[in-house]
């Protein structure tokens, strides 16, 4: 598993990026896929996230994710939610300790969020579409109806598709384009008619107008890292036919 420093350093919170490796599943899944939704044995990803709270030093029933749909609803989680049973929403928000609240991705962004002193967390499924939709913003803003405040949370952009991969058609930077001409700097030209686009870097700057108290990235690209990531795109490039699932985490510990 994979963790940042900025998280790390704030009392009260535990988290974790987890990649791909020390699970139990096989195959396309291989090996520690945490996701529902995905064609795996249900008894080998349940036991995958149990393996994943174990890791955190929570009991195998803390974890609460939801059914994401590349939206910005977000869930505030007063209790753990048994895999498959979550609302549509692509947020989650807590001030409950022992609670952890995941992000499930495979390529998407996943960010972690903390304010420390309120001890509220939050976390965000952040792909393209729900980026856009202002999913950070929402879970921001749900957060502050628990007593956080923007100036104090400290969040972190977790493991996606790198810039390098994430090639893109003429027609996907219009809508970025028109909402603010400068987002242009999300974009390089790859080929003829065909950009590569910059997913952290544009989660990032939605995150930075928020006035946080500091934003920080994990630097790594699921689809160019087949050991360590789950990757939607390299599994569509490769034909298969489904795709593993990870998990990002956070909690807060008891006081």
């Excluded at 393209?128 to 956080?148: H, K, P, S, T, Y």
């Excluded at 795709?243 to 985490?249: C, D, E, K, N, V």
Aim: charged fraction near 20%; include cysteine.
């Amino acid at each position: 598993m994979l963790t940042h420093p900025t998280l790390e350093r704030l009392p009260h919170v535990v988290h974790a990026f987890f990649t791909r490796e020390g699970g139990t599943s096989d195959g396309i899944y291989a090996s520690l896929n945490c996701g529902p939704g995905s064609n795996d044995a249900p008894a080998r990803v349940a036991e995958n996230r149990r393996r994943a709270m174990a890791r955190l030093g929570l009991e195998p029933a803390s974890l609460a994710t939801v059914h994401q749909v590349h939206g910005r609803d977000v869930l505030r989680v007063e209790a753990p939610v048994p895999a498959g049973e979550g609302r549509q929403a692509d947020g989650l928000v807590t001030n409950r300790p022992g609670i952890a609240i995941g992000i499930l991705t495979a390529d998407c962004a996943p960010v972690l969020l903390a304010d420390p002193e309120a001890r509220v967390i939050g976390a965000a499924h952040a792909g393209w579409r729900g980026a856009a939709a202002g999913v950070v913003e929402a879970v921001v803003g749900e957060m502050a109806n628990l007593g956080a405040r923007p100036a104090r949370i400290h969040a972190v952009i977790g493991p996606c598709i790198g810039a390098e991969s994430y090639e893109v058609g003429p027609e996907f930077p219009a809508p970025f384009l028109a909402a603010d001409p400068t987002h242009d700097r999300f974009f390089k030209q790859a080929k003829a008619g065909r950009f590569r686009f910059d997913l952290a870097g544009y989660v990032g700057a939605r995150l930075a107008g928020l006035g946080l108290g500091s934003i920080a990235s994990v630097q790594a690209d699921t689809c160019a890292d087949a050991t360590r990531f789950f990757s939607y795109r390299r599994a569509v490039l490769a034909g298969e036919p489904d795709y593993g699932r990870a998990l990002s985490a956070i909690a807060l510990k008891e006081a």
